[in-house]
């Protein structure tokens, strides 16, 4: 066999070896994340969700000022100070922390 032929194979087993072992590697590092992709994943259904109820949003946020007036305009005023200063970070330049 030509010595560049059994160079190239015996490379190709490492990579193919090398391969196998990183594969193993980020299966094991994804079951970690498993968790949160899963709450992740959730979070987009109850959004969608909303999307597609947007009578029963506004009926569970009537509800609820209706039951704790304080509390939701608590919760309100965060709500436009945090999108007062995303509006000032993005005016400025500035790129959000990550």
Same mark, same amino acid.
């Given at each position: $066999?030509? +010595?560049r032929a059994t160079l190239l194979m015996r490379r190709r087993e490492r990579l193919v070896q090398r391969s196998g072992h990183l594969r193993r590697t980020l299966t094991r590092? %994804? =079951?970690a994340a498993e968790p949160a992709l #899963?709450? @992740?994943? =959730? %979070?987009?259904?109850?959004?969608l969700w909303l999307r597609g109820n947007p009578? $029963? @949003?506004? @009926? &569970?946020?009537m509800a609820l000022a209706a039951s704790r007036p304080r509390? %939701? %305009? &608590?919760? &309100? /005023? =965060? @709500?436009w100070s945090a999108w007062? /200063?995303?509006q000032r970070l993005r005016a400025s330049g #500035?790129? +959000?922390l990550r």
């Amino acid at each position: $066999m030509n +010595p560049r032929a059994t160079l190239l194979m015996r490379r190709r087993e490492r990579l193919v070896q090398r391969s196998g072992h990183l594969r193993r590697t980020l299966t094991r590092e %994804l =079951r970690a994340a498993e968790p949160a992709l #899963a709450w @992740a994943d =959730r %979070l987009q259904d109850v959004w969608l969700w909303l999307r597609g109820n947007p009578v $029963m @949003a506004v @009926a &569970g946020s009537m509800a609820l000022a209706a039951s704790r007036p304080r509390r %939701l %305009l &608590g919760w &309100g /005023l =965060r @709500a436009w100070s945090a999108w007062r /200063l995303f509006q000032r970070l993005r005016a400025s330049g #500035a790129k +959000p922390l990550r």
